[in-house]
């Protein structure tokens, strides 16, 4: 064999090994994700990450996934966010956070060329997408319901919660829709501290019912959470006539919306579930087989169908 032909030979083995190793990288074995809760105790990060993991089985994939809980903290999901970053991960989820909060860190991972994928977060530039759902519609759907249902008129306790992008605009279609309900009187409102929702929720109308007792005709939660720790109070104290709303649409508060006897008189159904296979398709997508992100995702931010839950629809929805 003269020089040239073992030079050549060298360089086809070399590229074998290189395109062998490559290929190696860009298995989904090898995938390296890091997943960044904002408050790994609501229900509804727990639902997105059982839809994603579900989605997981179901693909064949066997990705490590590791889990960073920053417990209601924006200081915490920033951290968090660095964190995953400096340890080389192959992608990032974050759930239910707000990510103007969290820019800089965000702005690390981009320069890192790490792709974040977020849900129910809102959008930054620089970020794949954002899966949710339309607060504002959803909220527009269930507030003026809670307040047909109590004539127009009557107190209302309103209990918000701004620090989450989702909740703050809930909370603030209602705010526009109690504009158009003169006859109705917001005894209370109260932000609640997210690092410690449903205790928080709980001592608060626990205040309001020692204040207010029978006067309270409506309680307005931004999600179910929150909305069943009210009712457990006004029941330990023996209201039973209040009217509650949630939104979010969880097994409990479909059940307890399906009760003919029960405070809990609407949520809204949001498809966590479904968000979570979602981003774990846009992953494989753009991470394992290599495309644009503009050929998978139709826009910055994609929003799934929520459907108003009712007594009357709520079987449909078990």
């Not at 995938?31 to 639902?47: F, G, K, M, P, T």
């Not at 703050?168 to 690092?195: C, W």
């Amino acid at each position: 064999m003269n020089k040239f032909a073992k030079s050549l030979a060298r360089c086809v083995a070399a590229g074998a090994v290189l395109a062998a190793t490559t290929a190696v990288g860009f298995t989904q074995d090898a995938l390296e994700i890091a997943w960044v809760h904002s408050n790994a105790a609501a229900q509804s990060e727990q639902r997105v990450k059982a839809g994603f993991e579900e989605w997981l089985g179901e693909s064949g994939n066997s990705w490590n996934v590791s889990f960073l809980d920053s417990q209601g903290s924006g200081e915490a999901t920033a951290s968090n966010l660095q964190d995953a970053v400096s340890r080389g991960v192959d992608a990032i989820i974050i759930t239910m956070s707000d990510l103007r909060a969290s820019k800089a860190a965000i702005d690390v991972a981009i320069e890192a060329g790490v792709p974040v994928f977020s849900v129910d977060s809102g959008f930054v530039e620089g970020i794949q997408v954002d899966v949710t759902t339309n607060n504002w519609a959803m909220s527009a759907d269930v507030s003026p319901y809670l307040l047909d249902q109590i004539g127009g008129e009557g107190n209302l306790v309103f209990f918000r919660m701004a620090e989450h992008h989702g909740t703050r605009k809930r909370g603030d279609v209602m705010e526009k829709v109690l504009q158009e309900y003169g006859d109705v009187k917001v005894l209370a409102e109260h932000n609640i501290d997210y690092t410690a929702f449903f205790e928080d929720t709980t001592s608060s109308m626990q205040d309001y019912v020692a204040r207010f007792g029978d006067e309270i005709d409506a309680v307005w939660a931004p999600w179910d959470e929150p909305a069943q720790a009210t009712i457990n109070v006004m029941k330990a104290a023996g209201l039973t006539d209040v009217k509650v709303i949630g939104i979010d649409g969880h097994p409990q508060a479909v059940a307890e919306v399906c009760k003919p006897d029960s405070m809990m008189i609407a949520t809204v159904s949001q498809p966590f579930e479904g968000m979570g296979a979602q981003v774990g398709e846009w992953i494989k997508s753009i991470v394992v087989d290599g495309k644009s992100r503009d050929e998978v995702i139709p826009s910055d931010i994609v929003y799934m169908d929520a459907p108003l839950v009712t007594k009357q629809n709520c079987k449909d929805f078990m």
